[in-house]
């Protein structure tokens, strides 16, 4: 079992950067496959970004390659996602999720993989 809190989410304006936290319980982090997604109203989570659990691998969807990045420290229990160059569309409740696993960080970009989710944290991007 591990339980997650992200924080970091804010009112920004299109062009800034913003960097969203999620610490997550426990003593077995290291274990899990970490995974950002986000909700815009109307719409069906969608995947952002995964990181293997030595953060060595990540994946991204394409709308946001080259704008953030997903990262981890190990030692703190903390997944961080970096993004950059924020437009409206970015707009969302943004998730982390998590699930142990050993495949190709690849295949964890949908929702129906992780067994744990935090509580979102909203992200506003005026124009």
């Known amino acids: 079992q591990v339980q997650l809190v992200e924080s970091g989410g804010g009112l920004v304006q299109a062009g800034d950067s913003l960097r969203l936290s999620c610490a997550a319980s426990?003593?077995?982090?290291?274990?899990?496959?970490m995974g950002w997604f986000r909700r815009i109203p109307g719409k069906e989570r969608e995947f952002v970004a995964a990181?293997?659990?030595?953060?060595?691998?990540?994946y991204y969807a394409d709308s946001v390659q080259g704008r953030f990045t997903i990262s981890r420290d190990n030692t703190k229990n903390t997944v961080y996602l970096q993004m950059n160059i924020l437009t409206p569309e970015d707009t969302a409740v943004y998730y982390c999720a998590a699930r142990g696993g050993g495949f190709p960080v690849s295949v964890y970009s949908g929702p129906e993989w992780y067994n744990y989710w935090g509580q979102g944290t909203q992200v506003t991007v005026s124009s």
């Open positions: 990181i293997s659990r030595s953060g060595e691998s990540t």
């Open positions: 426990g003593r077995t982090f290291g274990t899990y496959v």
